[in-house]
């Protein structure tokens, strides 16, 4: 049996094994109507794989640069890497079928999850500490009540944006309170600096430019109120394409370590990708983001989601509570980061 068959058989066996332990779920397979695994003709499950890559998941883009999903693949999987420029924007991706595989925060997963996107969480890439709520330098607001009556630039369904709600709730303010900008992260950055907003909810690595160039200051920082990094899949490809799921996994777990192995590589691949000074990178990368993590998704990421799920619903950006739980449920799919074998590629 060659390296590949064992690897689509170990791999699609993993998978149905798992379903078959866990139940289904509404949207889900069962293991006895999963497709014929890849190994039993000898090829991949498709000939094509669509990813995302962003400046706030730095393993996508080392896997991006190293072109390991494409050695692996050779010619007969097509890759197609699909950059983000937030959570938001892959969400998108994900629910219309643009992309298989995309990196988002957990707090957004779990939104796109409420509402009913199809999509499952297969990997952890990072615990970062990448939102932070940023005034322009010299403004009079030095906290979060301060920003009653203030506008402020957020990028709905993102954690920036849930950052925000976090924040004004423990500071005994709402969004009644205050006047959200919905811009993309790049856009809310660029009004801070021109003073066409009080203030931003800022992600990294954008928001450590902003401080760095443009002497923006941070009146509020608290990593408890950052959800992890997500790597989200379609439930169709977890179903249909497990081989091909276990490869991406296996590919960020070799990057997680590559990445640890190598920190002045990896800020230097983040430095040119978003197009940031090294210094910039190599503090966006060293003081606010863990990458030496365990990649499994489960009860750390739940803990975190269960605070964050209420707001969306005091917010109305879910429905209900029984949404919310009901997502959580069903968010998680363990068995490929449970799995992988970086060794592989």
């Not at 896997?63 to 420029?85: F, H, K, M, P, Y």
């Not at 750390?300 to 949404?323: K, T, W």
Request: charged share 20%; proline share 4%; glycine share 8%.
């Amino acid at each position: 049996m060659t390296h590949r068959s064992r690897l689509l058989l170990a791999t699609a066996t993993a998978a149905v094994g798992a379903l078959a332990l866990s139940g289904c779920v509404a949207g889900e397979g069962s293991a006895t109507d999963r497709p014929a695994s890849a190994a039993e003709s000898e090829g991949w499950s498709s000939d094509t794989l669509t990813l995302d890559f962003a400046t706030y998941n730095p393993l996508s883009l080392i896997i991006r640069e190293e072109g390991w999903l494409e050695d692996a693949l050779g010619d007969d999987v097509e890759v197609t890497w699909v950059q983000s420029a937030g959570s938001n924007k892959a969400n998108e991706a994900l629910r219309a079928g643009a992309v298989d595989v995309g990196s988002t925060a957990g707090s957004a997963a779990l939104l796109a999850k409420s509402n009913g996107s199809p999509i499952q969480t297969i990997d952890i890439y990072s615990q970062p500490n990448w939102s932070a709520l940023v005034v322009p330098e010299g403004s009079d607001i030095t906290e979060v009540s301060d920003l009653a009556g203030r506008s402020i630039a957020a990028t709905k369904g993102t954690d920036p944006y849930f950052f925000l709600l976090q924040s004004l709730e423990e500071a005994g303010l709402s969004l009644d309170d205050v006047d959200v900008q919905n811009l993309q992260h790049a856009d809310g950055k660029s009004a801070l600096e021109s003073g066409s907003v009080d203030a931003w909810s800022g992600l990294d690595p954008l928001l450590t430019t902003s401080v760095e160039s443009a002497g923006s200051e941070i009146i509020y920082d608290n990593i408890d109120f950052n959800s992890y990094g997500f790597l989200n899949a379609t439930e169709e490809f977890v179903t249909d394409h497990p081989d091909l799921a276990q490869l991406v996994v296996d590919a960020y777990e070799k990057a997680r370590q590559w990445a640890i192995d190598n920190p002045d590589d990896t800020a230097a691949i983040l430095a040119e990708v978003a197009g940031i000074d090294i210094d910039i990178a190599t503090t966006t990368l060293v003081d606010r983001t863990a990458l030496d993590i365990d990649p499994v998704p489960g009860e750390a990421q739940r803990d975190v989601l269960e605070i964050v799920g209420p707001i969306f619903v005091d917010s109305g950006d879910v429905a209900s509570q029984g949404l919310i739980d009901d997502a959580l449920d069903a968010l998680f799919e363990p068995t490929f980061a449970e799995s992988a074998d970086p060794g592989s590629l």
